[in-house]
């Protein structure tokens, strides 16, 4: 029985999250049917992190088991074609049975889109969250410093949330803009339950001047979710790489197809 990795790329605008559920259209079962039909048996897939609904991804990572022999490419092209156009096999290599998507990843990273302009965009529709009022980028930056680091992530966390602790330790927060275009970098061990909606849903409001830059460490600090800002939209969020131990092999970032849709979006 071999183990196969692979890199998955998809638009979540029009399913319900990636895990598979009854009557309900999601990533997970559309990933599976098209390697089952390439594998000629039933494959079940594990990821490296379950997006909810709507959520998008630029690297998401699975493995699966399979007893036949079928190249990388044989599961990449024969995948994708049985898969919609807004799911995408990048890549697939075979890996050490141990290797698993999920307990093996290192970090995570999300990257938030913020499109900061008075007209919406038909193009980035479903793909970002339209902000009409300005934004101080200055001022979410300084907000963001407060919760960089190992904290008690309890204000940031969904009622829904089943982890057993709220204790994360967030890598990487940078919030930067290029023109009209705002994008917040999130990288963390593990993330809670809608947690990085709930954080860029904090930095928004201080860039709209609803709230001083503090308010972080104060949410934070109070460890309550009833404390916190508005969670902000799915659209704009984004699985946007996970790291692994060099030992595996796996490329360091699924976009090495050099994945860009056009100058409008920061990729």
């Not at 979540?12 to 990636?18: F, I, M, P």
């Not at 995408?88 to 999300?110: G, I, K, N």
């Not at 969020?237 to 976009?255: C, H, I, K, R, T």
Request: hydrophobic share 40%; charged share 20%.
């Amino acid at each position: 029985m071999a183990r196969i990795a692979a890199g998955v790329e998809y638009d979540g605008g029009s399913y319900h999250g990636w895990q598979s559920q009854q009557q309900a259209a999601s990533i997970q079962q559309h990933v599976e049917q098209a390697l089952g039909r390439v594998a000629d048996h039933p494959v079940q897939v594990i990821c490296a992190g379950r997006t909810d609904a709507g959520v998008h991804a630029r690297t998401q990572i699975i493995h699966f088991d399979s007893d036949v022999a079928r190249s990388g490419n044989a599961w990449v092209l024969g995948g994708n074609s049985h898969l919609p156009v807004d799911i995408s096999l990048q890549w697939a290599r075979p890996v050490p049975a141990h290797f698993h998507a999920r307990y093996s990843a290192l970090r995570r990273s999300y990257r938030y889109l913020i499109l900061n302009r008075k007209v919406r965009s038909a193009l980035a529709a479903g793909r970002a969250c339209c902000v009409h009022r300005p934004l101080d980028v200055a001022a979410m930056q300084a907000a963001a410093v407060f919760l960089h680091g190992e904290h008690d992530f309890s204000a940031f966390r969904s009622s829904e949330c089943q982890a057993h602790s709220p204790v994360r330790r967030l890598d990487r927060i940078e919030v930067q803009r290029r023109g009209d275009w705002l994008w917040v970098d999130v990288t963390a061990n593990a993330f809670l339950h809608h947690m990085v909606r709930n954080i860029v849903g904090l930095l928004l409001a201080v860039g709209r001047g609803d709230a001083p830059p503090t308010r972080a460490r104060e949410q934070l600090e109070s460890r309550q979710r009833s404390s916190g800002e508005a969670t902000a939209p799915a659209m704009g969020l984004y699985l946007w790489q996970v790291d692994y131990a060099p030992e595996f092999g796996l490329p360091m970032d699924s976009a090495i197809i050099g994945a860009h849709i056009g100058s409008w979006i920061p990729y």
